[in-house]
């Protein structure tokens, strides 16, 4: 594959790391280590271009200094191994978003971190933007900031706010990991024309860091869902569990890129009423409580139950929003979706349920319900991500 070269710089702490793991997925790779300068270059098969982790760069001349020159090393080695894909083609620089007082300052830094690339594109990347209403306020911060330097207004191509990982709040609420596929779309629009990754294969790229964080909001309202399942109240109907499948819903939404428009609002709407008060979740529910033979507590019980509900609702949700996303299906196939919905939360959730369930009561002896519904979270969450290709698998049985 000939790759693209990516520079990422930052100040330590602003999540560097997280943001490049976040970004190549699973099967991240070293590819290049620097001896002086700690200086990483990664690869993968899940993005077109190369990332190049130049270290900590904070605002003193040596610390700019010895990025620059480690970059420049590293060029020079690939020269001498006779590749000519050696050219940094898009800086990626990084300022935290819980950070506001610094932007401006940060930009300074910028400006002098890169002034050896004066023609190279920039994508100015907003880390740890965990509160949204705060985001749009630091994009204008950053561009208004950019716009006083010639060299940085020239340059800016994009700002993208990013939440990398799932950002816990609490047991039951998070922030979902949100811009990660606007970024690789944005990286490979500011690539040169011969190294710039085909149409086809980018949404083929960034459909799979989709489907990868699809699948971390699922596992995290799952373990939301466990926790609230174990409260000491019967659960006799999905109604509690509405507060998390919302989040998990308009989680996914986002990702997908379906508009809160009336349309979609319909469309959502239908989804929640069909994982908390339809006929196929009320029936689901009865189903795993009478499963016989099961020794575990009513609140292990409980949270199984839970946990497997909100499982569900993730798993049918992602498949419908991506078939949504590839234009296979639209917004107004509402009937669709509930045909969906309703077949995931009837025969696939009490299957999944029971066999949890089983595993839960078998390994339940000398546990305390805290361990057991650790279990849980882990049992669902591995069977969620050994899902490899939910939404094309679902494409073949449920249109």
């Not at 990991?177 to 024309?193: F, H």
């Not at 409980?302 to 569900?312: E, F, K, L, M, P």
């Amino acid at each position: 594959m000939n790759f693209g070269n990516v520079l990422v710089i930052g100040s330590p702490g602003v999540g560097k790391s997280t943001l490049i793991k976040a970004v190549l997925g699973s099967d991240i790779r070293e590819t290049y280590e620097g001896k002086r300068h700690v200086l990483s270059v990664y690869e993968s098969l899940s993005v077109p271009f190369r990332v190049i982790d130049a270290g900590d760069v904070g605002g003193s001349f040596w610390a700019h200094r010895a990025a620059t020159t480690a970059v420049k090393r590293w060029s020079r080695d690939n020269a001498l191994d006779g590749r000519s894909d050696n050219d940094i083609n898009v800086i990626w620089f990084c300022v935290e978003g819980k950070s506001r007082k610094l932007i401006r300052q940060q930009m300074t830094d910028l400006a002098r971190a890169t002034d050896v690339w004066r023609h190279v594109p920039i994508i100015v990347v907003i880390t740890k933007s965990y509160a949204e209403l705060e985001r749009d306020v630091n994009v204008e911060l950053v561009r208004q900031a950019c716009a006083r330097r010639r060299r940085l207004r020239e340059s800016l191509c994009a700002v993208i706010p990013v939440v990398a990982t799932t950002y816990q709040l609490s047991e039951t609420t998070f922030v979902a990991p949100e811009g990660v596929p606007q970024l690789i779309a944005a990286t490979n629009d500011a690539m040169p024309e011969g190294v710039r990754a085909a149409g086809e294969d980018i949404a083929a790229f960034s459909l799979k860091r989709r489907r990868a964080v699809a699948r971390s909001i699922v596992a995290a309202s799952v373990a939301a869902g466990v926790t609230v399942g174990a409260v000491p109240i019967p659960i006799s109907d999905a109604l509690i569990l509405t507060p998390i499948e919302t989040g998990e819903v308009n989680a996914l939404a986002t990702l997908y890129g379906i508009n809160k428009d009336s349309t979609s609002k319909k469309l959502l709407s239908t989804i929640l009423e069909v994982g908390t008060v339809s006929t196929a979740a009320k029936a689901a529910i009865s189903a795993l409580k009478a499963v016989p033979g099961i020794n575990v507590a009513a609140s292990v019980l409980n949270a199984a139950i839970a946990g497997s509900i909100v499982a569900a609702m993730g798993e049918g949700t992602m498949r419908v929003f991506e078939r949504i996303y590839l234009g296979e299906k639209t917004l107004d196939d509402t009937e669709w979706v509930k045909r969906t919905l309703e077949s995931r939360l009837s025969k696939e959730l009490i299957a999944q349920g029971t066999k949890l369930l089983g595993k839960v009561g078998t390994g339940s002896a000398g546990t305390s319900g805290k361990e057991q519904r650790r279990a849980i979270v882990g049992l669902l969450t591995s069977a969620i991500t050994s899902s490899k290709d939910a939404g094309a698998s679902s494409a073949k049985g449920d249109a």
